[in-house]
Nanobody, 124 residues
Framework: QVQLVESGGGLVQAGESLRLSCAASGLTFSVYGMGWFRQALGKERVLVAAINWSGVITEYADSVKGRFTISRDNAKNTVFLQMNSLKPEDTAVYYC?????????????????WGQGTQVTVSS
């Protein structure tokens, strides 16, 4: 059974940082592209960052470029999202996702597997 478990969310003030983690099990992690999505209240879920199986290729939404960094540790079956200079508009539930392809399906919001999400709240 495949599981993606996010952690690291919380309540922070604007300008602070958080590091999200997503631990994967039940799949061959090193062959999957990984993505971080977010969904704000009343809005659609959008792709924030994606990384290919080796970690060499990364993509970011314009709204987070220069502030967020996606990375992965294939030895630990974990993908990370380092979020710096957080803004109130970053407030959302953050989800990780795994997909065998990279990145067209993730760009369309399609993935083989999804986590349950972790709440990030940024106060002004």
């Amino acid at each position: 059974q495949v599981q993606l478990v996010e952690s690291g969310g919380g309540l922070v003030q604007a300008g602070e940082s958080l590091r999200l983690s997503c631990a994967a099990s039940g799949l061959t992690f090193s062959v999957y592209g990984m993505g971080w999505f977010r969904q704000a209240l009343g809005k659609e879920r959008v792709l924030v960052a994606a990384i290919n199986w080796s970690g060499v290729i990364t993509e970011y939404a314009d709204s987070v470029k220069g502030r967020f960094t996606i990375s992965r540790d294939n030895a630990k079956n974990t993908v990370f999202l380092q979020m710096n200079s957080l803004k109130p508009e970053d407030t959302a539930v953050y989800y990780c996702a795994a997909d065998r392809s990279f990145s067209s399906r993730l760009q369309l919001g399609i993935a083989n597997y999804w986590g349950q999400g972790t709440q990030v709240t940024v106060s002004s």
